[in-house]
């Protein structure tokens, strides 16, 4: 379902090629300062125009069209919406037929049984992010001080991003990259036991944003090699302070109080200009597949803000129900 | 909270060395032939005995006592119980003033503020996948004729996983894994859209199987090193049946009808025979700890069912969403 | 939580002056044909202009903005929205300070702590059931055949409706009235055991129309004075007809495939034109106070299509949960 | 499903012939002192044992198998159960032939295919509300100071409970009643925006109860014949006091602070000793029918304390969801 959390719930909607995309954030506490300034910076983060990005270009003004008062929210669901303007009106039957390797064209037309917006991706677009972000930058106000941080560790396995995308745009190929995310400030005591761990909340969110193949907490993978007592991290005060965070900030599901530290594999943008080779569902012969269109040489450029906001959101729905966030933010003075 | 799942939900429940350990099953459909025989295959894969694994044996005779009728599911909730036996009653109270490393004790006493059950790990101990193996025996069933296939990739940083235990035992440390799962049979059309992805939600399960670090689908991390024209898998037939599988069998979050394919890290058991160091809550000075009690030199040793089973319930439910499983079974002749 | 649904899900957003209301409904399956006309009929239903109504007219055209393509349902989500366009904007601050009685106005500034939109009842309006009926109209065509019919029984303690109106309407008074709801054509076995019975699930979603203070099934409050062997309904042939109907078509929380019956009654509408007495929470006094503004004499006279919606709502997520609605409407011929 | 709550969720299971009955309690919060013999007031008032109860009679001894150490809930999940032992063997397969009038036979036929325990009313037996009493004990503390207080102001259509009994057995028929319930001391400000209304969820959780009919908040059906100022009720003071109370301390579906007021109706035991008439599924034709077994003349009687624990079962989700329970219950002294 396009909905995720139990207190703080993101619902999310719009097509790629539609009249819009957006959220409606439900349980946003009353009384959190938010005006659409406040979502712009993000949204422009999100936003492509640099060398292997998408020249796509699109406004990206966001409407908050409910749950706002006086320039407070209200505790009503807020609904943040972003009109697609830059849509091109071309012909998608040819394409139909030769559904694009990687892509969900495939397996949407087997969910949906034919019915499924299809144009630029539909519903399954990464422009649907877009909400994502908005809503990501109200998670951040309800979860401050706590903050987030993102850093692109490797594009196409290269740590020089600027050569790596160089050498794709070159060859018409696509790449793609690692990211991490750092929590910074959290609590401890923060993630539920066993289901919903803070592990288990994160990677469902986070696995939600198109393109993410893998995530690891800590060490992650390195884990596989290490010994236990190297493993370990000793506690050094009694904040619960560790020497070193292999854990990545989390121990049984629940946070300890130090940096939460996680990265995500983004793969490769599967639209490529190199011809590739699918099947073509009515002449039912494999054939040769040029993918038209604007894309991404390297979508893990833009998906650090998409990894903050999800972060954010699933952040700030736990932190409701271990009751780190109230449900009034603060009292009001002036009021009857 | 400790449930998980929309249509066919699995509730946790139990502690270490409290009475029982178990789970209930709701939304089972009706008319599932079952025994508790049928639950004691996995059920022996788990249990430890070998060399790697802890000295602690219980029976493990698992106890369905509600929901099942002459044989068969009724629709009701199903009970399961295994009733705890081997807990050593000793004295934990030193043990309370220094956290172990890489345990949930600091974590679980920050969020229960003393109350948690703290024998052996309590409520955060591996022994409650002990009722998660006993749900996954009968999701299998529900899932039946796709099929889950683990296979330990290495442990200790070796794929000769005997001479890595011997090792470790040797060294009186511990030592993590990697483990990959295979879902064979799988039709296309699984997974819901946006946040209810397939890969959200086995993650979201996987991630609750205690010790768990990372996971990646289909090619994962490996990813950011390849280019899309590599990355993409072609469709060779009108099945959906794709050349390579870098995808992991998932294209948009919705399986493609190819295997499914993920791996899992697992950490090195946090309890070890070496001396570590923590901070002593009550003197508030860091000192040695020897972790005392018997423990498992290699848990990825006994993971491969777990996640199975872990894995087996998110399936189930899933297609269940998707309408590929019926309330009720098969019909019955020989009714009123 | 402003969600309501496990399978079917819908979001309800808005204020009274703010700039709109509407809803999400999301689970929607593939393939139903839709398209904004289609929700006009019920919409007039709820409008004003009769003899008894609010003066407030608008002109509730709805806007479908994702979730269609080509006039079927896409499986993505459903944006429905109306603009407000017949907001009076005047001055709120006196009324802050006098509650007025019958109103949310002192629990919504309890429970927001004065953040909330207080204009002409913000989201606590009746406005918002203008997306209740846009949704339920869709609802309706997934239930179909099953259909919703409700009739009023009386207003004002009177079965001849007009006289009451007209005599409320002299005195300056308001009244209510009570409303019945028969859903024909239900299949048996619609329901889930124990807490989702069909009774529990309707009620919850009743009760969420403003202005709804009881419901009951079949006899309802007339079984306390009834005897078991008057009460129970004979089963008559082998679809499970029955002599009578005192248990509206719901045995142990599953429908029986009788009619289902139920009434509600709705509260006389608090905005009356009379004087009325209330506390000053400035003076700390209590004082006289004359609500102003455009209300509704009997709002029971508008009731009826917006309880169809919130019945066929309820009915949808419970027919799909039991497998009666299916994902995909039916194969579409033209696809690939 | 068998799970109701969102922070404090109960999840119920068992069967009238069956092993057991029973509820585990996910989301307790930590530090509440609990012990069995809390439970054990409760579980006698919902006992049978007064003339026009059933002579079925069982001990009823509560079992807390997790989620308590060391006389407090630890915040890991409560299994409370009580085994069946005073279950007769007989053969039920004649009665499965021909449903019996007012009861769940039929209808859970239709649901679960043949496969549901239909011993006694298998899930569908009053006897499962003994899990809900003991879960509804425990929530009871939870909302403390908050207390719940019912009285039972009709059976049969008579207001003197005892002539109304002792007619009803002469008759060897079957009555109902009416049951008010008033939960005093809530603070206001409980309950959530539309969907989840205290009226709602209310009203979700009591009817689960078998046999209920109907609900009435404050004025009840009676509104339907009052003016609005006769219905509105007037702030007295700054704390929200009104002069009278036709509301039922509820207004735009959250609590105003003064009583909570509702009534239920609970319909006339189905069971009953006189010959009524049913469909003989085998021989296809209507036939007598004779119910044989113990049964409760008028089950309204042992209703009071399930009702109770139904609304402080709902009541304590919502106020844990408006923050007015902490999950921690107190600061725990001599930790660390």
Known sequence: MNSFGRLFRVSIFGESHGQLVGVILDGVPAGISISEDDLMADLARRKSGAA????????DIPHIRSGVFNGFTTGAPLVIQVENKNTRSRDYTELRKTPRPGHADFTAFK???GYEDYRGGGHFSGRLTTGLVAAGAIAKKLISPVTMETSILEVGGSEDIQAAIDKAVEEKDSIGGIIECRINGLPSGVGEPFFDSFEAVISHMVFSIPAIKGIEFGSGFAAAKMKGSEHNDSIIDTSGKTETNHAGGINGGITNGNVVVFRIVVKPTSSTHK?????????RKIQDLQVEG???TCIALRVPVVLEAAAALATA?????????KRINQPKDNIV
């Open 111 to 113: 969910k949906f049984g």
């Open 275 to 283: 011809t590739q080779r699918t099947m073509n569902f009515e002449t």
């Open 317 to 325: 729905d736990l932190m409701m129900q271990s009751g780190e966030i």
């Open 52 to 59: 292997g990005t998408t020249p796509r270009k699109e406004d």
């Open 294 to 296: 604007r894309h991404d």
